[in-house]
């Protein structure tokens, strides 16, 4: 399975993205109609929704954040033409380094237990990655079913944590573990919900990804790999060796998600930890043509339409799977735009 060319002209990506977006828009029209529902009143709803009030542009961002980590991890490994779907266990394996973290005994300051529970969500999530990519160079099985696996593993793993030794005192239950103490929860400005911390690590790790990607010998050699691996060998660059560091740096930024998602999130690790934003940041990212600057508006642009449809069944007493159904929508329209331009590519 082959990957789009990661370097396109701006004036064609802005025209994919908005192609995209009228499709988006237009699928999910047609579904409104088709479940009888009013359409400007269901668009409406869903804009206040997500930006009606300082409270619901926060947990719009709160979405935002682990979802443009995600997608900007996943940039590396598309660079490198390999599909990291084993990006959700990586999340789940991050939070659940980072839970581990934080119930070290013996150390009572919250700070320090925090910092330990950053790194310790990065080596989770890069951990795993690392055994997608070695499933990959030493087992010969193809990323896409090596992540899927361990995705089911990481799932299973997380519930017999829940379940088992992590059990909430004299109960297991899907709701998850007991609440952290407020001391390890990450402070949120008054008023939001979505952690000052989240914001900076995200803007950062963006930076970093175009920096890197874009500016440095490391991005280039990337490049390189991605599109001739066997050329490459002539100027002494091991593919698999970039394969393991690619797939590594995914799984540290999708460990730092799921840090995110036990810290300043759920305060807590729940069963659906999470949340599918590692299968959406793999749409937001083909969606964007694998361009980096364009990560940020989609991301943000999932995350309101994430957050805004739930508006749908309580205003419009509509069928609360109907926000499910738009997000499908949203990823039948990435998935046309992206067949499009790969047949365009190929012509």
Not at 95 to 105: D, E, F, G, V, Y
Request: hydrophobic residues 55%.
């Amino acid at each position: 399975m082959k990957k789009p060319p990661t370097t396109r002209h701006l004036p064609q990506a802005a025209f994919d993205i908005l192609s995209g977006t009228i499709l988006v828009f237009g699928f999910t029209a047609l579904i409104l109609l088709i479940a009888d529902a009013p359409v400007l009143a269901a668009f409406k709803n869903i804009w206040m929704g997500a930006f009606v009030s300082t409270a619901k542009v926060s947990q719009v961002l709160s979405v935002w954040v682990p979802l443009i980590l995600c997608s900007c991890g996943l940039l590396y490994t598309f660079r490198v033409n390999l599909w990291n779907i084993g990006i959700e266990g990586q999340i789940t394996m991050g939070a659940i380094a980072a839970m581990a973290a934080l119930r070290i005994p013996g150390i009572e300051n919250p700070t320090l237990l925090l910092i330990f529970s950053f790194f310790a969500s990065i080596l989770g999530g890069a951990t795993w990655g690392l055994l997608t990519g070695l499933l990959k160079t030493r087992g010969g099985v193809h990323e896409i079913f090596g992540g899927l696996g361990l995705n089911f593993v990481a799932q299973g793993f997380i519930l017999w944590l829940i379940f088992g030794p992590w059990k909430r005192p004299g109960i297991a239950s899907m709701s998850g573990t007991e609440l952290l103490d407020h001391d390890l929860w990450l402070s949120t400005p008054t008023g939001w919900r979505v952690a000052t911390m989240g914001l900076l690590v995200a803007g950062s790790v963006v930076i970093l990804t175009w920096l890197f990607l874009e500016k440095s010998r490391f991005g280039l050699k990337l490049k390189a790999i991605g599109q001739n691996p066997k050329a490459t060998l002539l100027y002494g660059l091991l593919p698999e060796r970039y394969y393991l560091k690619a797939i590594m740096i995914t799984g540290a930024c999708a460990g730092i998600a799921g840090f995110l998602q036990v810290t300043a999130v759920y305060h807590r690790l729940i069963p659906s930890i999470s949340s599918g934003y590692g299968y959406l940041a793999l749409l937001v990212v083909m969606l964007a043509g694998y361009r980096i600057l364009l990560l940020p508006i989609l991301a943000l642009f999932f995350a309101s339409l994430n957050v805004g449809s739930i508006q749908l069944p309580i205003v419009l007493q509509l069928d609360s799977s109907l926000s499910g159904v738009i997000q499908g929508c949203c990823v039948l329209s990435a998935l046309l735009i992206l067949g499009i331009r790969q047949k365009r590519e190929r012509s």
